[in-house]
């Protein structure tokens, strides 16, 4: 059994900054992709970034340039640097991990509001 926990949701003021974690842990030691999605009300849920164990990374066009995926060495955490926020990036974010089956985690909220 995998559990994915995220941390670091809030509330924030536009132009402000966030940072979300996220752990895995569980039977699998490490993950060979992990990431970041989310999903506004009323929206599909949508790439935020993924990053690869060889350190590749893709972004959602809308997040180019403001948010920073990393993850640690031994494959088990990911972090997302959120800067510049707009209230458009108001969502539940999912932690997303794949080693064989593709892994959720239940989401942390982001609210962008003054």
């Known amino acids: 059994q995998v559990q994915l926990l995220e941390s670091g949701g809030g509330l924030v003021e536009p132009g402000g900054s966030l940072r979300l974690s996220c752990t895995a842990s569980?039977?699998?030691?490490?993950?060979?992709?992990m990431g970041w999605y989310r999903q506004a009300p009323g929206n599909e849920r949508e790439l935020v970034a993924v990053?690869?164990?060889?350190?590749?990374?893709t972004y959602g066009d809308s997040v180019k340039g403001r948010f920073t995926i990393s993850r640690d060495k031994a494959y088990r955490k990911v972090f997302l640097e959120m800067n510049s926020l707009k209230p458009e990036d108001t969502a539940v974010y999912y932690c997303?991990?794949?080693?064989?089956?593709?892994?959720w985690g239940k989401g942390t909220l982001v609210t962008v509001s003054s």
């Open positions: 569980g039977r699998i030691v490490s993950f060979s992709t």
């Open positions: 990053i690869s164990g060889g350190g590749t990374t």
């Open positions: 997303y991990a794949r080693e064989g089956g593709r892994y």
